[in-house]
């Protein structure tokens, strides 16, 4: 079946850098979804991505789908403490939405 | 306020006791889910109903059973359940296929002793 996979499962940032983290699924997909999980909170849907090459910004996050429509990307710049959370990716393929594991990101002040 | 919400948002429970959780939703969405959330773990999808309709059941067990009375509502019975089903238990909705986004409930933090 089809597999989204996230790396990396964890990811400590210092304040006022940058992170990437990746999503890479097993087959191609229609669409793909990121979404935030802050600690103690419920996953809320950030954006989606349809397009092969697509880039999307949402102020200091930037969010790419591969050419292949095979991987997908958020890459955030000058991490701030409310970026604290895990970041899922959601795959479409064949209607029908894969989650990830996440990336949980803590933040050093 | 997500304009999903679910009740009760915490719940401890017997091996041998019946419970209900219970998901509302008023965002005009037709398609309504439950996710079981463990520690470490990716999001399980556990039932999917489409215009009240179950359209999947991903081999969940006998001990929680859906119920989707209506669009806006959506129900999952807990009855003799183990240890390890306490989890957080979310909901969501949507506007019935994978091209929008997910709208999910706060969850039920469940524990089950």
């Known amino acids: 079946g089809q597999q989204v996979m996230q790396i990396p499962q964890y990811q400590h940032v210092q304040e006022g850098e940058d992170f990437t983290t990746y999503c890479n699924s097993s087959t191609t997909l229609s669409n793909i979804q990121w979404y935030k999980q802050r600690p103690g909170g419920h996953p809320v849907f950030l954006i989606q991505l349809v397009k092969s090459g697509e880039v999307k910004k949402q102020k200091r996050l930037t969010f790419q789908f591969g050419e292949a429509k095979k991987n997908s990307s958020l890459h955030i710049t000058a991490t701030q403490t409310t970026d604290v959370g895990t970041y899922f990716c959601a795959g479409t393929n064949d209607y029908k939405l894969s989650f990830g594991a996440g990336t949980t990101v803590t933040v050093r002040a | 306020e997500t304009g999903v919400t679910q009740t009760p948002r915490h719940l401890v429970m017997g091996m041998t006791n019946k419970k209900s959780l219970k998901c509302e939703q008023h965002?005009?969405?037709?398609?309504m889910y439950w996710y079981k959330q463990s520690a470490k773990k990716p999001l399980e999808l556990m039932f999917v109903?489409?215009?009240?309709?179950?359209?999947e059941n991903n081999s969940v067990p006998s001990r929680f059973s859906p119920e989707c009375p209506n669009s806006s509502h959506l129900f999952l019975h807990l009855h003799t359940l183990q240890p390890e089903d306490s989890a957080l238990y979310l909901c969501a909705s949507s506007h019935g296929d994978t091209l929008y986004g997910y709208t999910f409930g706060s969850g039920t933090r469940l524990t089950v002793v």
């Open positions: 965002l005009g969405h037709n398609a």
């Open positions: 109903y489409s215009l009240e309709e179950r359209v």
